[in-house]
């Protein structure tokens, strides 16, 4: 995957959590550990790729800048990586 793929599901990732009430813990817990995965990929992509970032929190905004910038690759096609953390509504 692309940096500016990562960078388009993490940032949908973190807009997706703050859309989920508090009280729904098991799927912030779910959409969390995705989302975790995903921005140490990001980092780990960025540093390939020699884009310098000073900690996670300005990784976060070159993700949203490189996702603002816009991409042409359908998210549908981006396979994401299997994280369990347990069943949505169990």
Same mark, same amino acid.
């Given at each position: ?8 599901? *993490? ?5 997706? /959590? ?6 729904? *813990? ?11 995965? *995903?921005?140490?990929?990001?980092? /780990? ?7 310098? #970032?000073?900690?996670? #929190? /300005? ?32």
């Amino acid at each position: 995957m692309t940096v500016v793929e990562i960078a388009r599901i *993490y940032t949908d990732l973190v807009n997706l /959590d703050r859309k989920i009430p508090d009280n729904e *813990y098991i799927a912030k817990d779910e959409v969390g550990a995705l989302r975790a995965t *995903y921005h140490q990929m990001l980092m /780990d992509v960025l540093r390939k790729e020699g884009i310098e #970032f000073s900690d996670r #929190f /300005d990784a976060m905004r070159i993700a949203f800048e490189l996702v603002a910038k816009g991409t042409s690759t359908p998210v549908s096609t981006i396979p994401v990586p299997s994280v369990s953390v347990g069943k949505i509504g169990s």
